[in-house]
């Protein structure tokens, strides 16, 4: 079976300094993927690579077999990729509901003379996009605050609805960068769980995290990054007793 | 009832020209509402102004012909100049549509075809202020019908943060060009009809000073609501009226003190309604409830 | 008793108020001036002329019971509140006539607006040489087409200096400017003087050494300017700065007490075919000029020239009984002949552009001094 | 191009570089054109006439007054139009807008207190002798501009590069953020970029008055337009890239004059600002930003 997502090889330089350097693994269908290291390690750039908001300088990405060399961000989202942001990029004037909604993009087929002359058909379609962004909302527990601006929402919600914007466009590959920083326990373990169910659904899942002890419970396999470079690959259990994984971590001569 | 007449009759030019002024605020408005400041709006209104007015004059076609291809040549320009331009951000893309706009009114003042900056005179007056209205309505009939669609949330996801719509999988160049290319035509369609309305048009009408006019429209009256940049027309052209109005009373004598009103109220909207007019309501129903919970 | 007292007291005194307000006609006139925006120093200058004419008129009576009221609203210097303004004057403030637009530009959008409602309006500085009395019947011309003054002025000028080459340099963002452009450009055609180069400048600019330089290398015998004040101390003085001591011809933007006060030495030489000679000795020119000066003010032509629409207007008013109807006004500038103005005996060619003689001046020991 | 041309151009450019190194320091630091310089030059020409003509000041005395007072224009400015926009998310075009209609306040002012028609400085206010150079003539009048436009920029060179207040701004035009967190007064170094910028177009305004003999309210509308144009050229926020554009952009128009008529002049310089912006958003001269100045 082929890779979902695959990096051969994949370089990127910012100003001499080498943020990812050669880094080669895959994401199998169903997967989840975790990406741990150290801070600048080139988890973040990866996950840019992916998206398409950055270039790779050498090496390359396929996604779904195909190439992803010089396509646009929007065409990356078409091959079935959607991303959430470290640093949250949601749109902060927007209604829960409606950064949801703007998430299904993708799926939506609709016909602009219809929509412009305002045939039925236009306004029913419009009413379905509606239900399903409230039932994703209400997938990750924030059914009572849809209509609320998210510039309105605590740090925890506006992660959730960053998610549920990305799963709004029924990705087959889901690019989480930290979903769970600045969220309470409680909202962490329903992450978790609302990421096992994703995968269990047959969305891939890339994960880059923090916090090592919810990798280690939702990844299927983890890639450890240093310095750019994979410096170790496998299973939760085999990872995390890898000494080179240990020293990066906790310092000392690699 | 004859009261009725005198007032009509003093003030459908105003009447006719808060329709034109809200027109060219719309065609601002349309890049804006993606979060591009595009100053090009005076170019394509030239452009609309002068192609219909060529048309009548020099070619005898009839009104609905010169309108057509008013509102059509400027959306023909807009796509070689957007597709270079959009790329540009924030405000070196205003810079950049500010040269264009230039490049055109320098190139009509060059062109003798046209009497340079003379202008064309004598056009036949065609346009009535119901023509007018009828474009505002349909402008704001669009613009409300995007709202809410599928495109106008991709706008508004391109207004907020670009680079994350993207990865939503919105092609925001084809976005904004559609943009800029309506707002052409809505610029190109208010040329031609103000072309038609006030018997001329020339080069010195279509500068810098005046695509900051629309702008300064779309902003005073609000660009969070479509109809925003109607109200903001609709303001500002009803304001120099009233100081004619209000200033003898207060003893101002027609002149500079007027153009201070004018940055004055300007000013103030920018600094106490970012959000135009139109915001002006629900701040005060806020502050009406912030009263009455203080209390 | 004492209520039906104050009553009579009451009707007494409108009666005193009413009775000598009932023998006086007021005749409002509009005028439509620039005093914000790019024309704003003409419209400043045409204020002072029209106010003073108004006050003038009225005092010496000339008019028995008619007394002339002067509104003044600013269009600030673009179509649309000309547009707006000419409404207001012609429903609302319900003037016998306008006067105005500063701007040609403008008169094309206000005027034809007075024409269908039949309200007389006299151009005082509009100066565009095609389709303004065009427009119709009750659309009058005071000031002088550029094609009324320049060709007669540069013939008077070749037959006293002789020169056989000229430089032109000229506004071309400008209606005014361009306009007289067109008109010099004929003028040295059909005088058959070779144009070395034609240059051009925008109003903004304030620099023209480039221009200058690259025309007076050609060697021109002049430089003939189309140019509106503010450009034009600036161009005589840089020219001079860059070596130039022949002579410098302009048009009526040149006729202004600024190009003397702007470009001081630098003037000497400068000729200027205008529609007014401000140094003519007539009794109606140093009446004015007297007047001006009590009020504070160095006129130039475009307060001269609003002063006359005033004075005309006034004219047709007695020409036609003493009458202020909007059309009695129209029919009295037909009667208007030879009147006595600062700019000389003033009438209307039948097509309605105003006739008078023409005037070349020249800047010399510091004045304007008429060329003999 | 002849040697008289040259001076020509070299005089315009000397203008174009002084008006636009106060804008484009502003453009560097906060990222917002501050569209009432073109008004802050035009009172500053003012108060200079104002105080040589009735005051009776020496030009040397009434050009730094001048400057001081274009300067604190610039302190009202920014804390009337900017300063109370900082923070919001359209800053950069209500800022935009704020400043138009400082502008248009500005010039109501001037326009109300001058009068609306172009004035000059009395004559002998600066002795000016002729000099013949490169086969032209050349004032001594514009060789002091061409001198005092190089003389600001040393001295903003050094100010910005060599003094903790220069630090603070680079600090600030990197990353307000990041300076605050390091320390930097943000409020006093964008303060004080606001009045530095204005005390130079301020500069630039007396000098174009004096140069010119020709000071009215729109008579910042000359410069304006060239002034974006020349901080496009040169690189926002780039100081030395201000002024060798500024140079640039008058010796180009120049040779345009000379060599296509005067008609281009403005239509070529617009079509390069366009076609730098679509092809080298940078700038001509490359220093992408106030620390590399």
Request: aromatic share 8%.
């Amino acid at each position: 079976m082929t890779a979902l997502l695959a990096l051969e090889g994949v370089e990127r330089v910012f100003g001499g300094v080498r943020a990812v350097d050669g880094a080669s693994f895959e994401v199998r269908p169903g997967e989840v993927h975790g990406l741990i290291g150290p801070n600048g390690a080139g988890k973040t750039t990866i996950i840019n690579l992916v998206s398409g908001l950055l270039q790779p300088t050498g090496g390359a990405v396929h996604v779904g077999g195909q190439p992803i060399r010089g396509l646009a961000p929007h065409r990356i989202a078409a091959l079935g990729v959607a991303r959430t942001f470290q640093n949250i990029r949601l749109f902060p004037e927007l209604s829960a509901r409606d950064n949801v909604i703007v998430g299904e993009h993708l799926r939506r087929k609709e016909s602009l003379p219809a929509r412009l002359l305002g045939l039925p058909p236009a306004r029913e379609a419009e009413q379905r996009v509606r239900e399903r962004a409230e039932a994703l909302l209400a997938r990750v527990g924030l059914e009572d605050r849809m209509r609320e601006r998210v510039k309105n929402l605590s740090y925890g919600e506006q992660r959730r609805v960053e998610i549920a914007r990305a799963l709004a466009a029924e990705p087959k590959l889901l690019l989480l960068d930290e979903p769970t920083a600045g969220m309470n326990p409680v909202e962490v373990e329903a992450v978790a769980a609302l990421i096992a169910k994703v995968a269990a659904e047959g969305h891939s899942v890339l994960l880059v995290e923090h916090n090592v002890r919810l990798v280690m419970d939702v990844c299927h396999v983890i890639t450890v990054l240093n310095f750019g470079k994979v410096i170790a690959e496998g299973p939760p259990a085999k990872v995390a007793e890898d000494p080179a994984v240990i020293t990066a971590y906790l310092g000392g001569p690699a | 009832m004859e009261w009725l007449q005198e007032t009509y009759l003093t003030y459908q030019s105003t009447l006719g020209y808060i329709g034109l002024n809200a027109l060219l605020a719309l065609s601002v408005y349309t890049t804006l509402s993606c979060g591009q400041l595009a100053l090009s709006s005076a170019g394509f209104a030239a452009i609309g102004a002068y192609a219909a007015s060529i048309l009548t004059l020099n070619f005898g076609q009839s009104f609905p012909v010169a309108l057509l291809a008013a509102t059509a040549l400027p959306m023909l320009v807009a796509v070689p100049l957007g597709l270079p331009v959009l790329r540009i951000r924030g405000v070196f893309l205003a810079i950049a549509t500010i040269a264009f706009g230039e490049v055109v009114r320098l190139g009509l003042v060059n062109w003798d075809y046209v009497n340079g900056a003379q202008g064309l005179v004598a056009i036949p007056q065609k346009t009535s202020v119901w023509m007018i209205y009828l474009a505002v309505a349909l402008a704001l009939l669009l613009l409300a019908r995007l709202r809410g669609s599928k495109w106008g949330f991709a706008l508004e996801a391109i207004r907020e943060d670009e680079a994350a719509a993207r990865t939503m999988g919105i092609h925001t160049t084809v976005y904004k060009l559609a943009m800029l290319v309506l707002g052409a035509a809505l610029a190109g369609l208010a040329g031609a009809l103000e072309a038609h309305y006030s018997f001329m048009v020339a080069p010195n009408g279509f500068g810098f000073v005046r695509v900051v006019d629309m702008l300064v429209f779309a902003v005073v009256g609000g660009t969070v609501a479509y109809y925003g940049p109607v109200v903001g027309a609709a303001f500002l052209t009803v304001l120099p009226e009233v100081l004619r109005e209000l200033a003898p009373l207060v003893g101002i004598e027609p002149g500079p003190l007027r153009f201070l009103v004018n940055g004055v109220v300007l000013l103030s909207v920018i600094l106490f309604l970012p959000n135009g007019i139109v915001s002006l309501p629900a701040r005060l129903r806020e502050r009406r409830r912030a009263r009455s919970v203080t209390a | 008793m004492r209520f039906a007292g104050r009553m009579s007291l009451a009707v007494i005194v409108a009666l005193a108020f009413a009775a000598p307000a009932s023998a006086k006609q007021t005749v409002k006139i509009g005028a439509a001036l620039s005093m914000t925006g790019p024309a704003a120093a003409y419209g400043a200058n045409q204020k002072v002329g029209i106010q003073a004419a108004v006050e003038e008129i009225n005092k010496s009576g000339a008019l028995k019971d008619v007394v002339l009221e002067a509104v003044i609203e600013d269009d600030a210097s673009t179509k649309e509140q000309g547009i707006a303004v000419f409404q207001r004057f012609i429903n609302k403030d319900r003037v016998a006539a306008i006067i105005g637009p500063t701007l040609s530009n403008t008169a094309y959008a206000t005027n034809p607006l007075a024409q269908q409602a039949k309200v007389p309006v006299v151009a005082v500085s509009n100066t565009a040489p095609k389709g303004i009395t065009d427009i119709g019947d009750y659309i009058w011309r005071v000031s002088l087409t550029e094609g009324q003054v320049i060709p007669g002025a540069l013939k008077t000028l070749q037959g006293k200096l002789g020169f056989k080459k000229a430089g032109v340099l000229y506004g071309n963002d400008d209606a005014f400017t361009q306009a007289g452009y067109t008109v010099m450009k004929s003028a040295l055609a059909d005088l058959k003087i070779e144009v070395v180069a034609e240059q051009t400048f925008a109003k903004p600019d304030r620099d023209y050494n480039a221009q200058l330089t690259s025309l007076l290398a050609l060697k021109p015998d002049i430089l003939v300017v189309s140019a509106l004040i503010e450009n034009a101390s600036g161009i005589v003085a840089q020219a001079r700065q860059l070596g130039w001591t022949g002579p410098i011809f302009g048009g009526n933007g040149f006729n202004n007490p600024v190009l003397i006060k702007n470009a001081g030495p630098a003037a000497e030489g400068v000729y200027v075919g205008t529609a007014w000679n401000r140094s003519s000795t007539d009794e109606a020119n140093t009446k004015f000029l007297a007047s001006m000066k009590a009020r504070g003010v160095d006129p130039d032509q475009f307060a001269t020239q609003a002063y006359v629409g005033v004075l005309v207007v006034a004219e047709a008013i007695k020409q036609a009984g003493n009458k202020g109807g909007r059309d009695d006004i129209k029919a009295g500038f037909a009667k208007v002949m030879s009147l006595s103005t600062p700019l000389g005996k003033f009438s209307f060619l039948p097509n309605r552009d105003g006739d008078h003689t023409p005037a070349v001046q020249v800047v010399k020991d510091g004045k304007f001094q008429i060329l003999q | 191009m002849s040697g008289q041309q040259v001076i020509n151009g070299l005089f315009l450019g000397s203008i174009y570089a002084l008006f636009a190194l106060g804008y484009t320091l502003v453009f560097g630091v906060l990222d917002i054109l501050n569209l009432a310089h073109a008004a802050v030059f035009m009172l500053a020409s003012f108060v200079a006439l104002t105080l040589v003509a009735s005051a009776g000041l020496h030009i040397l005395l009434a050009l730094p007054l001048a400057v001081l007072v274009a300067g604190l224009l610039g302190l009202v400015l920014e804390r009337v139009a900017f300063r109370p926009l900082r923070g919001r998310a359209d800053s950069n075009i209500s800022g935009l807008i704020s400043s138009l209609a400082m502008a248009a306040i500005f010039e109501a002012i001037a326009h109300e207190i001058w009068g609306p028609n172009v004035a000059r400085f009395p004559f002998g206010t600066l002795t000016d002798k002729q000099l013949h150079v490169l086969g032209g003539v050349v004032s001594r009048l514009q060789l002091t501009i061409i001198g005092v436009a190089l003389g600001l920029f040393l001295v903003l060179w050094w100010l910005v590069q060599r003094t903790r207040l220069g630090r603070e701004v680079r600090a600030v035009a990197e990353s307000p953020r990041a300076a605050r967190i390091l320390g930097v007064d943000v409020d006093r170094a964008i303060a004080a970029s606001f009045f530095i910028s204005s005390a130079l177009g301020g500069a630039a305004g007396v000098l174009f008055g004096l140069a010119f003999n020709s000071v009215s309210p729109d008579m910042g509308r000359s410069v304006e337009l060239k002034g974006l144009a020349v901080i496009i050229l040169g690189g926002m926020g780039s100081m030395t890239g201000a002024v060798l554009a500024g140079f640039a952009l008058g010796l180009v128009e120049v040779f345009v004059v000379a060599h296509l008529g005067g008609s281009y002049r403005d239509a070529v310089s617009f079509a390069t600002l366009f076609l730098i912006l679509v092809l080298r958003p940078r700038g001509l001269f490359g220093a992408p930003s106030l620390r590399e100045a």
